[in-house]
């Protein structure tokens, strides 16, 4: 089945305890990216892959960390996450630059 | 700046009804918009993507218009079910530059049986 999936799914963590949310989809799509969402502000992009070891900032990519050793996999890591980096995250992929996005189920993520 | 505009406020409607729902752009010139259906708690799913070229695509109970000129999409789900309760997004996409769509707040829709 094609899918992206995230893990974990939900997360509590407290400020300043780095963390990963692992991304992978098994679909060999080229292009992977990170959204966060949130109340009233919408999806917005974090970061963005076009390739193995090709990454670009987003729209909001500050105290986020990404990497692309592999084409099926994409971790967000957040170094020293705060707690305005509570949100919802959402990883995607799409074959090409205009094709349907996937989405993966999210991960929740909360810092105390 | 770029700029996406659905509204905000919920829209309720009655089952068997044609929903409509609209996305206004500014300051984007996009070649390709794309609707995404998002349940709550759980990523956008891909429904339609429009052409510039086009002025309406059509799939199922689904129908889409992109007027180019009046910088606006339309979105349709004709008989109406309270299974397509959910929040519609649309993403604009202008060709070049980064190939991410930018996405609209999204409307939520309300289908009352």
């Known amino acids: 089945e094609a899918q992206v999936t995230q893990n974990p799914r939900y997360l509590i963590t407290v400020t300043g305890k780095k963390l990963t949310v692992t991304c992978s989809q098994n679909m060999n799509h080229e292009y992977m990216s990170w959204y966060r969402q949130d109340p009233g502000l919408g999806l917005r992009q974090i970061y963005y892959s076009m390739n193995v070891e090709v990454t670009d900032k987003g729209d909001v990519p500050e105290g986020y960390k990404v990497s692309r050793k592999e084409k099926r996999n994409f971790p967000l890591i957040l170094e020293s996450p705060s707690p305005n980096q509570t949100s919802l995250y959402f990883c995607?992929?799409?074959?090409?630059?205009?094709?349907?996005?996937?989405f993966g189920p999210g991960t929740r993520l909360t810092v105390t | 700046s770029q700029k996406i505009e659905q509204n905000s406020e919920a829209l309720n409607i009655q089952e068997g009804k044609t929903a409509t729902l609209t996305c206004n752009y500014t300051n984007y010139s996009p070649a390709y918009l794309q609707w995404y259906r998002q349940d709550p708690g759980r990523g956008p799913v891909f429904l339609l993507l429009i052409r510039e070229n086009e002025k309406e695509k059509r799939k199922e109970r689904l129908k889409v218009t992109f007027d180019t000129t009046l910088k606006q999409s339309l979105f349709h789900i004709t008989a109406s079910q309270p299974a397509d309760s959910a929040t519609y997004l649309c993403a604009p996409q202008n060709v070049g530059g980064s190939y991410i769509p930018t996405f609209g707040r999204g409307t939520s829709l309300i289908v009352h049986p």
């Open positions: 995607a992929s799409t074959q090409g630059p205009l094709g349907e996005q996937y």
